[in-house]
């Protein structure tokens, strides 16, 4: 553990280092550490401490040494950027940059995500970008399709064909009760024009949230659907429920990146289109209930 702790804090260290620990009891970290590792290789190095007593050791090493911030917490991931040859000159020789990350939070494993992209000593290229953000950001054992967990705390990421056509299949079912807000976020090298997790975190109940990483995907989305919903670049639309949306003379609202509109404005407006959706759903759906009776 002492060489580890002495590792974290060498001042001639080339590449960044994350320290994973795992939850009080688990022995298992909340993120694919494995995954991670293999598509950081050679890039990063990743430590797991997977001993609660272990996790209490490595803070007093760290207390030893006059750094009591940087003590490690159950559950918790610390990203050490690499302390010389890094890109950030404000990282060399220095332990700034070392900020605590709660992996069973989306918010905190979308940040950690970014920031070890940011970290590393080269651009990773596209294909292995995205085993980084599946790793640290897919929730650890969860198997299931990206389109079955629509329901839960967390936005679908879209990245394949295959993946898209079932998008598509989603979105043109009229068996679909809830609308879907759907993000076209290709230019991965920085934040897309809306919060992703605060609508998520809004719309849980109300409404998915799919975001598109790839320019191929959204294409494929267009082949499917009418000129009217088409998306591509940076932008969102609000799919509502039926079918009437997908025709050539439909209507749809596109929210795009505004110079003259803050980010959190266009992620409300956003939410605030969603809730408008669902509420119609909810008024037709109650209106045909009623006709039936009647």
């Known amino acids: 553990m002492a060489i580890l702790v002495d590792r974290c804090l060498d001042d001639n260290r080339t590449s960044p ?6 939850p009080q009891g688990s022995g298992q970290p909340t993120i694919d550490a494995e995954a991670l590792a293999k598509a950081t290789e050679s890039l990063m190095d990743v430590a797991i401490i997977d001993d609660d007593e272990l996790i209490c050791y490595a803070g007093e090493l760290f207390r030893d040494r006059n750094q009591p911030d940087l003590t490690p917490y159950n559950g918790a991931a610390r990203l050490f950027p690499a302390t ?3 890109s950030h000159p404000e990282n060399r020789g220095t332990l700034r940059g070392t900020q605590l990350y709660y992996t069973d939070t989306v918010r905190h494993r ?3 995500a970014d920031a070890i992209l940011d970290a590393l000593p ?3 290229g596209a294909r292995r970008a995205d085993a980084i953000i599946d790793a640290v950001c897919r929730p650890r054992n969860d198997d299931t399709h990206p389109l079955t967990s629509f329901q839960r705390r967390i936005h679908t990421v879209i990245r394949t064909l295959e993946e898209t056509d079932s998008l598509a299949d989603l979105l043109l079912s ?3 009760h809830l609308p879907v807000v759907v993000i076209s976020h290709t230019a991965r090298q920085r934040p897309a024009f809306v919060d992703i997790d605060l609508l998520t975190d809004l719309l849980h109940d109300i409404a998915p949230i799919v975001e598109i990483t790839s320019r191929k995907a959204t294409e494929t989305l267009c082949d499917r659907l009418c000129k009217p919903a ?3 670049g940076e932008a969102g639309r609000v799919y509502p429920t039926g079918t009437e949306w997908n025709s050539p003379d439909a209507k749809m609202r596109l929210f795009l990146p505004n110079a003259h509109v803050s980010r959190m404005l266009l992620t409300n407006m956003m939410a605030s289109e969603a809730l408008l959706r669902h509420a119609d759903t ?3 759906g109650s209106a045909d209930r009623t006709g039936r009776h009647a």
């Not at 280092?17 to 795992?22: A, K």
Request: glycine share 4%.
């Open 84 to 86: 010389v040859g890094s």
């Open 17 to 22: 280092l994350l320290m994973l620990s795992t």
């Open 122 to 124: 080269v651009t990773p």
């Open 110 to 112: 979308r940040r950690l």
């Open 174 to 176: 009229t068996d679909r």
């Open 230 to 232: 088409w998306l591509y």
């Open 282 to 284: 909810l008024r037709n």
